[in-house]
Every structure is written in C-alpha cells, then in structure tokens.
C-alpha cells in the first residue's frame, strides 16, 4: 500500500500564492491533485507522470504548476493568482498504472489539506 502524506494549504488572500507538497513511500506511475469544495463535484486539479508529462484543469491552466522529484518521491503543486473559487479541501493522488492514469481514477490518496482564498 503506498502512504501519500501531505503538506502545505492555508489561509491565503486573493492573487496570493501556496505550494502543496505530496511525497509518496515509493515511485509510483503518477501523482496529482484533486479538489472538492462544499456543494461542487470533486474535480482532478493537476497531475504529473514519471516523464514529467502534465495534465491541468482548465480552471487553473496558467496559474498552477505540478512538478515532481524523483529522488524525494514528492510532487508539488505550486499556485498562483489564487482566487476565491479555489477553495477546497485538496487531496494528494497517486495512480500506479498507465490505465489509473488515463481513465483518472487514483488508486491511492492523501489526507486531504485545506486550501481557503479569502480576504
């Protein structure tokens, strides 16, 4: 079973910025981030593959960057030009396989960390 542990999130102000941190206890195919804020769907925010190969919403096309280090087993999510509408709890994915991936179905997730963009 791989661990997927957290960090990062809080409260920033609108235009601000964060960094999510997500290391993983081995080298999986994929790691991301979903969001689900009160009363919308839970949606796949970001997520980057062994070759470094992205994917992003386009809610934050442009304003968010997924990197990964391999050595460290970790992703980070960093976000800029937050907007209030970004405010969610945000969870850590990981996805073992090239068809987890594809289809965007996690086999693995973190404990989730709140992300609050208000003034």
């Known amino acids: 079973q791989v661990r997927l542990v957290e960090s990062g999130g809080g409260l920033v102000q609108p235009g601000g910025s964060l960094r999510l941190s997500c290391e993983a206890s081995?080298?999986?195919?994929?790691l991301g981030w979903y969001r689900e804020a009160p009363g919308k769907q839970r949606e796949l925010v970001a997520a980057?593959?062994?070759?470094?190969?992205?994917v992003y919403a386009d809610s934050v096309q442009d304003r968010f960057t997924i990197s990964r280090d391999h050595s460290r087993h970790t992703a980070y999510l960093q976000m800029n030009f937050l907007r209030p509408e970004d405010t969610a709890v945000y969870y850590c994915?990981?996805?073992?396989?090239?068809?987890?991936?594809?289809?965007?179905?996690?086999?693995?997730w973190g404990q989730g960390t709140q992300v609050t963009v208000s003034s």
């Open positions: 980057v593959t062994r070759a470094h190969n992205t």
């Open positions: 081995e080298l999986i195919f994929a």
């Open positions: 994915v990981g996805m073992k396989t090239i068809h987890t991936y594809v289809d965007r179905n996690p086999d693995y």
